[in-house]
């Protein structure tokens, strides 16, 4: 057996980040019709790419769990995200959970950042699908624009960049 090849993953938190919205209760992006790119984000994207990463979604899709969105939905926004790059995310994860849901299933999750969860359920999937990559934190790269993405990097032991500074770095 090889020995595997470390790859830079660049973890990109989608609403606010890559894409306009307001929060993940679905007062923005409701379904795929909503979904609207920030400018210059494929292009840091598509630079990540030419330099051998990969890149993951990692979403806090609470709504789901609280009813304001459906899980159909969100797949679909989840795609059409997607599209609108061009096809340049490797995977996107999100988290259907919030702690406001009735049922504890809905509510308790280990996934939910600031948990560390959408990462390594990601990395296990991404490592599945190429047996010949690892994805060492030290050459990860998170970006978000919220707190609980910031924790979820600290956590990690992941680099964290906001969001308005990474995608200042597009002009
Ligand atoms: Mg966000
Ligand atoms: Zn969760």
Redesign the pocket.
């Known amino acids: 057996m090889t020995r595997a090849t470390a790859i830079p993953v660049l973890w990109l ?5 890559v894409r306009k919205s307001v929060d993940e209760l679905g007062r923005f992006v409701n379904g795929p019709e909503d979904v609207e790119l920030f400018p210059g984000v494929i292009k840091l994207m598509k630079a990540w790419k030419r330099g051998g990463g990969r890149i993951v979604g990692v ?2 899709q609470g709504g789901i769990a609280l009813g304001h969105v459906t899980p159909e939905q969100v797949q679909a926004a989840m795609l059409r995200t997607h599209e609108l790059t061009g096809g340049l995310f490797d995977k996107i994860a999100w988290c259907s959970h919030h702690p406001a849901a009735q049922h504890p299933e809905m509510a308790r999750c280990w996934c939910r950042k600031p948990a560390p969860g959408l990462l390594i359920e990601a990395g296990l999937a991404l490592t599945e699908r190429h047996r010949d990559e690892m994805y060492p934190p030290y050459m990860a790269l998170m970006v ?3 707190d609980e ?1 910031q924790e979820c990097a600290r956590i990690a032991n992941v680099d964290f960049q906001w ?1 308005a500074e990474w995608r200042a770095e597009a002009s």
């Open positions: 938190d989608l609403d606010g980040t979403s806090n978000g624009d919220r993405d969001a």
